[in-house]
């Protein structure tokens, strides 16, 4: 009984000045426009950072993005789990800083990680047949767009980016290069030592 992998394949874009209307014409739908609150954890030597794991509190859920078993092109793509059981997410979390810890916030307390950004996100959200496409815009001024999909096996990672591609094309926009996401320039703004760490993998 082998879990399904799932996995969301994104690519991130800088969102032209016609988007929107853009979107409308290739047929996107508006679904829903959102605010939510992140909050990133990590230790003083970026161990989560460092090992590619991704803990936030949304909206005061937990949530953990991680890599999966396996990944394709992922210069300028991005494959990643996406887990949301507590339970899970501490097994995972366990597998990057070995701990004792029976919860997350006891996780956080005995390896001493702390929230190390804190923000909120305006999301305006399209989709496109199974794909959906968010316009962020960051309550520090930060916009970045980004074209995603759900894989459950990752013999499907290759349709799913082609589909990205096709979707990026009929807006007009460039995908051969890996654009800055919300943390990356959240870290190179706000803390540089993170951000080394982030781009160079030395602390
Ligand atoms: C995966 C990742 C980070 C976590 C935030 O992921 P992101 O997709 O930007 O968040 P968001 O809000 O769009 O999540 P959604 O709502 O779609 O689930 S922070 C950095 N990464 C990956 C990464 C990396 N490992 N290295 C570099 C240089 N850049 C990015």
């Given at each position: 009984?082998?879990?399904?992998?799932?996995?969301?394949?994104?690519?991130?874009?800088?969102?032209?000045?016609?988007?929107?209307?853009?979107?409308?014409?290739?047929?996107?739908?508006?679904?829903?426009?959102?605010?939510?609150?992140?909050?990133?954890?990590?230790?003083?030597?970026?161990?989560?950072?460092?090992?590619?794991?991704?803990?936030?509190?949304?909206?005061?859920?937990?949530?953990?993005?991680?890599?999966?078993?396996?990944?394709?092109?992922?210069?300028?793509?991005?494959?990643?789990?996406?887990?949301?059981e507590?339970?899970?997410?501490?097994?995972?979390?366990?597998?990057?800083?070995?701990?004792?810890?029976?919860?997350?916030?006891?996780?956080?307390?005995?390896?001493k990680?702390?929230?190390?950004?804190?923000?909120?996100?305006?999301?305006?959200?399209?989709?496109?047949?199974?794909?959906?496409?968010?316009?962020?815009?960051?309550?520090?001024?930060f916009k970045?767009?980004?074209?995603?999909t759900?894989?459950?096996?990752?013999?499907?990672?290759?349709?799913?980016?082609?589909?990205?591609?096709?979707?990026?094309?009929?807006?007009?926009?460039?995908?051969?290069?890996?654009?800055?996401?919300?943390?990356?320039?959240?870290?190179?703004?706000?803390?540089?030592?993170?951000?080394?760490?982030?781009?160079?993998?030395i602390?």
């Open positions: 009984n082998r879990e399904l992998d799932v996995i969301e394949v994104e690519r991130k874009f800088v969102i032209p000045d016609n988007c929107e209307a853009k979107l409308e014409e290739i047929g996107a739908k508006l679904l829903k426009e959102h605010t939510f609150n992140d909050v990133y954890f990590d230790n003083n030597t970026y161990a989560l950072t460092l090992a590619d794991h991704w803990l936030r509190k949304r909206n005061g859920s937990w949530e953990l993005k991680c890599p999966p078993e396996q990944r394709e092109d992922s210069t300028t793509s991005q494959q990643y789990r996406e887990i949301s507590e339970p899970k997410i501490l097994e995972k979390l366990k597998s990057v800083i070995t701990s004792e810890a029976s919860t997350i916030s006891d996780f956080l307390g005995v390896t990680c702390e929230g190390f950004a804190d923000f909120n996100t305006t999301r305006k959200s399209f989709s496109l047949d199974n794909y959906s496409i968010d316009l962020d815009l960051t309550n520090w001024g970045v767009g980004e074209i995603e759900i894989v459950v096996n990752s013999d499907r990672v290759s349709e799913a980016l082609a589909g990205i591609d096709s979707i990026a094309d009929r807006l007009g926009i460039k995908t051969g290069e890996r654009i800055p996401g919300k943390i990356p320039t959240y870290l190179r703004l706000n803390r540089h030592k993170h951000y080394l760490a982030l781009v160079e993998g602390i």
